[in-house]
């Protein structure tokens, strides 16, 4: 399906962007890297039509990362740019008659009370879709949304202070010298290392399912345990300090029983562990 066909990534430097682009190319395609600093290009339409002329396959994954912590204290820091992004680069991919485009939204619309600028924005670009699906059948039905949950890896910004679990953990315990864990570490998450996600991105496209599809391990682990395994790899004691945030338990189902993750947790771990101590 893939070979010879012209595909833009749109967060192609990203931390699930770089695992995509190693399986797309492996499968022949000539991948057109949107090289985005912060995704700023895509708040113009202009761009996203030019980045969009001439391609076969779109994989839209640009966006503002970042936890609980700063999009509640940065709301709009993460809600307009967001908005702007997936707005443009669906008008901008209906436009220019792009035969397939997958757009990346979030477990956060799955529980929106506990996230909700993130979840509004990417319940933005979903309902941006269905209304294709009514309007411009010849797009919309062209569509596929993943949901991907926390996602982990070898290549995220192990510099960003707004890091997500692992990254942030795996930071400190190679910087550090204790593995400091906000809470009592009993907080419930599913997490899916970068490259399986990379992976059921392409089964998507391929399969084309008709409603979004949850990438997820569909396995609750506590940040207790995930502390546990960095503990084991590089001998930092945890430490635990002040009281727990966000919601107890936050784990995706399974809805799409065709794609299995392939690396479980303690592997992709250690794989992260091992990369960037080779760094």
Same mark, same amino acid.
């Given at each position: ?37 912060? +995704? ?8 996203? #039509?030019? /980045?969009? %002329?001439?391609? &076969?396959?779109?994989?839209?994954? !640009? ?76 797009? +919309? ?8 949950? #926390?996602? /982990?890896? %070898?290549?995220? &910004?192990?510099?960003?202070?707004? !890091? ?116």
């Amino acid at each position: 399906m893939f070979e010879g066909k012209i595909v833009l990534v749109t967060g192609s430097e990203g931390m699930i962007g770089k695992e995509l682009v190693i399986l797309l190319e492996e499968k022949g395609a000539i991948v057109v890297h949107a090289d985005l600093k912060h +995704g700023s290009e895509l708040r113009e339409f202009n761009n996203c #039509n030019a /980045y969009c %002329r001439d391609v &076969d396959y779109v994989f839209h994954l !640009a966006g503002i990362k970042g936890n609980p912590k700063m999009t509640s204290s940065r709301p709009a820091d993460f809600l307009v740019p967001m908005l702007q992004f997936n707005t443009n680069m669906l008008e901008a991919a209906r436009l220019q008659g792009v035969k397939r485009f997958l757009y990346t939204s979030s477990i956060a619309v799955e529980n929106p009370e506990t996230d909700k600028y993130p979840a509004f924005a990417k319940m933005a670009g979903e309902m941006q879709i269905e209304a294709y699906k009514i309007q411009y059948p010849e797009f +919309g039905n062209n569509c596929v949304i993943v949901r991907p949950a #926390n996602v /982990y890896g %070898r290549f995220d &910004d192990f510099e960003n202070p707004d !890091a997500m679990v692992i990254t942030s953990l795996v930071h400190k315990a190679l910087t550090e010298d204790q593995i400091e864990v906000w809470g009592n570490g009993m907080q419930i998450r599913d997490f899916i290392n970068a490259k399986d996600v990379a992976r059921g991105m392409i089964q998507a496209m391929e399969e084309m399912p008709e409603k979004p599809v949850n990438l997820c391990s569909g396995k609750g682990i506590t940040i207790k345990e995930i502390a546990e395994i960095i503990l084991k790899e590089t001998g930092k004691p945890i430490k635990y300090v002040g009281l727990s945030q966000g919601s107890q338990v936050r784990v995706m189902k399974m809805n799409w029983f065709s794609f299995k993750p392939q690396i479980s947790i303690k592997e992709g771990i250690k794989e992260v562990i091992d990369w960037i101590s080779m760094k």
